[in-house]
């Protein structure tokens, strides 16, 4: 069982930044392929961005590339979002996953073994 507990959301004006950041209890942490998916008001959650269990691997959908920036401190059981630039179009709840021993492009869809965290809200302002 894993426990995650994402912090570091808030409201900031169109063209700022955030830093997520998504604790995790596992003891086996390096084990673990993270991601972020993030659900807006009326949308479907959608993926943003996955790293592999040693972090050498990364994966973005589209939307974020090349603004948004994910990696993880294993020695600190602890995964980051860093959001550059962002658009009023990133508003949503942003939510961490946990897999097991699974692959950083696997992460970018939804499976029955996928632990989550209960969310944080990222509000971008026009």
């Known amino acids: 069982q894993v426990q995650l507990v994402e912090s570091g959301g808030g409201l900031v004006q169109a063209g700022g930044s955030l830093r997520l950041s998504c604790g995790a209890s596992a003891r086996t942490f390096s084990s673990y392929g993270m991601g972020w998916f993030r659900q807006a008001p009326g949308k479907e959650r959608e993926f943003v961005a996955a790293i592999s269990w040693s972090g050498g691997v990364t994966y973005y959908a589209d939307s974020v590339k090349g603004r948004f920036t994910i990696s993880r401190d294993n020695a600190k059981n602890t995964m980051f979002l860093q959001m550059n630039s962002l658009k009023p179009e990133d508003t949503a709840v942003y939510y961490c996953?946990?897999?097991?021993?699974?692959?950083?492009?696997?992460?970018?869809?939804?499976?029955?073994?996928?632990?989550w965290g209960q969310g944080t809200q990222v509000t971008v302002s026009s």
């Open positions: 996953k946990a897999r097991f021993r699974t692959t950083a492009q696997a992460m970018a869809v939804v499976s029955p073994s996928d632990y």
